[in-house]
């Protein structure tokens, strides 16, 4: 088989880098370690800035998202007893929409299938050949049988345990990594959200998230340990420590209800350098992850695919190479904006173990400075809305 781009994964940066191509001519084969049905079933973010939203009604995906999603002007932060409402519209003039990642997803497929885009699911022991050659292919399995992909471009959507990255070879490879020293348990329930905005609380007990997909589903975190398990609490557990954890207004009015979906994820920084390695691109997870506070994981890889899709429509389009030669370089400039704001805003709400007085007078004083500066408010609200493509 043949194709101009192979794009390892079906995540949401492989599907709409392959929609963004395909629209324009451009022939994408995706492959994709598991069944479609697993890939809806991941429950994962749900705050898309609004370069991800445009970019999905640039990909004939907007419909849906522009009926059912729900666009945010602000947020709360709360610490303790202080409040501070971060008024998005205000400092920014843009908002972000609530809808879910499953969601994009599932519209992704649904486009990808309309146009008949080639998309293998269940490959396994796929290897990527010949990345620094004129040459490249890819080769996988399917039932026992191996196939093998030449192509023009391989691209890496493969999310953080995929294979594209480790193709690029250790002595060229740069990695920078941060493992924070928790977790975060998240819910979802169907029951009416707490508020009508996002709550980003921190209290004694530690870190706490209310969010939401739609009127009658909520998404709740809280920090838990490093090695704790879905397992071990029960639903009470899960909105007993809640409420201790969110500002007391708010924890009144709680409704609770089963939780539909439970689990744990752990919170890191990584960048792996370069993107690109040959005729190698690395797009989303695959690159770089950031711990969740800040939403920004889903809408940094959407930037990846922006600067990738524009490279590559340039280079069929005009045989021009100024956009890929200038990928990696681009989109590392952005994600590490990303990862110092995600970072920031960890480190600002979460309960350290072995945390000192000191570090509590800084998140302190970090928080008074938010309060009273209308500066730092902007700041907190670029950041969250998402910097410039
Ligand atoms: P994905 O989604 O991991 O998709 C990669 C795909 O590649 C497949 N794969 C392979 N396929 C073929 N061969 C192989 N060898 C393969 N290895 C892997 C996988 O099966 C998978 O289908 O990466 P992608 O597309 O780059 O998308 C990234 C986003 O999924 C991720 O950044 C976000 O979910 C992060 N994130 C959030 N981001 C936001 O922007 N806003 C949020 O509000 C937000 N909340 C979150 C999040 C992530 C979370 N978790 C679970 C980590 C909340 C949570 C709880
Ligand atoms: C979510 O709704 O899943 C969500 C929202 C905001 C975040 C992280 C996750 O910062």
């Not at 947020?75 to 409402?85: E, H, L, P």
């Not at 995929?162 to 002595?171: L, W």
């Not at 890889?301 to 280079?315: C, F, K």
């Amino acid at each position: 088989m043949r194709t101009q781009v192979a794009i390892i994964g079906g995540g949401p940066s492989g599907l709409l880098l392959g929609q963004l191509l395909h629209q324009r001519g451009i022939a994408t084969v995706t492959l994709e370690r598991k069944t479609k049905a697993y890939v809806l079933g991941r429950i994962r973010a749900g705050v898309l800035e609004a370069g991800l939203v445009d970019q999905l009604r640039a990909a004939g995906v907007g419909d849906r998202l522009d009926a059912e999603g729900f666009v945010h002007d602000g947020t709360v932060i709360s610490y303790g007893d202080t409040q501070i409402r971060v008024d998005f519209a205000k400092h920014t003039n843009a908002s972000v929409t609530v809808y879910g990642q499953t969601e994009v997803t599932r519209d992704l497929y649904a486009a990808r299938e309309a146009m008949q885009a080639e998309m293998v699911f269940n490959v396994q022991n796929v290897q990527i050949n010949g990345a620094d050659s004129e040459a490249p292919s890819v080769s996988y399995m399917v039932d026992g049988q191996e196939h093998r992909i030449a192509c023009d471009y391989v691209v890496g959507c493969d999310g953080f345990h995929g294979i594209s990255r480790k193709t690029i070879p250790d002595a060229i490879r740069r990695e920078y990594e941060k493992i924070y020293p928790f977790g975060w348990l998240g819910i979802l329930s169907e029951t009416p959200p707490v508020h009508e905005e996002l709550i980003y609380a921190s209290s004694e007990a530690g870190f706490a998230l209310c969010s939401m997909r739609n009127e009658n589903l909520s998404r709740y975190y809280i920090q838990c340990a490093l090695d704790d398990s879905p397992d071990r609490w029960t639903d009470d557990a899960f909105w007993a420590a809640l409420r201790e954890r969110i500002p007391q207004e708010y924890a009144a009015r709680l409704v609770t209800g089963p939780s539909i979906e439970k689990s744990v994820v752990p919170l890191r920084s990584f960048v792996s350098e370069p993107m690109r390695w040959g005729r190698l691109f690395l797009c989303g997870d695959a690159a770089h992850i950031v711990p969740p506070t800040g939403a920004k994981g889903l809408n940094t890889a959407a930037s990846d695919v922006h600067y990738l899709s524009q490279g590559l429509i340039q280079l069929y389009d005009t045989g021009e190479t100024q956009g890929i030669d200038t990928y990696s370089q681009k989109a590392l400039a952005r994600v590490w904006k990303a990862e110092r704001f995600s970072w920031w805003m960890t480190s600002l709400l979460h309960h350290f173990p072995g945390q000192t007085d000191f570090d509590l007078r800084m998140q302190q004083a970090e928080v008074d400075f938010l309060q009273s500066n209308t500066h730092a408010q902007a700041v907190l609200a670029q950041n969250y809305v998402g910097l410039p493509y």
